[in-house]
């Protein structure tokens, strides 16, 4: 069975959604920096209604269209995830456990036989 991909690109007014869209997030950010001997709150307002007015025009474009698509995929995949039990989950956690420790175990072996073996061999060491 052959799946094809419909390849859709975005036309010219969508790009020039994209471009008002950073536009207005551009005067946002600017609009910061002129209110600069105001209060904070006053500063970030611009900011946050720039960031809301670009998602707004994105949100009617092409782009906007593929995000809303993305996150209903999105989460028809996620209500096809299957997770572990409580018990699962203690489980694989106590073997983890167990596996840290037989390999910090077996590292420190190791590092002892390996100074053992420098000092022997150059004599240096304590």
Do not use: C, N
Request: proline content about 2%.
């Amino acid at each position: 069975m052959t799946d094809e991909i419909k390849v859709q690109d975005a036309g010219t007014a969508d790009k020039v959604k994209l471009a008002v869209a950073i536009l207005v997030v551009i005067a946002g950010v600017a609009g910061y920096y002129l209110l600069a001997g105001r209060a904070a709150w006053l500063r970030w307002l611009p900011v946050a209604g720039s960031l809301a007015l670009a998602a707004l025009v994105l949100a009617f474009s092409y782009y906007g269209h593929e995000f809303r698509q993305f996150v209903e995929l999105a989460r028809v995949e996620l209500r096809k995830i299957v997770w572990p039990s409580r018990q699962e989950t203690g489980m694989t956690t106590l073997v983890v456990f167990i596996f840290v420790v037989v390999a910090g175990i077996f590292f420190w072996l190791l590092d002892l036989g390996l100074a053992w073996a420098t000092k022997l061999l150059t004599g240096q060491g304590s």
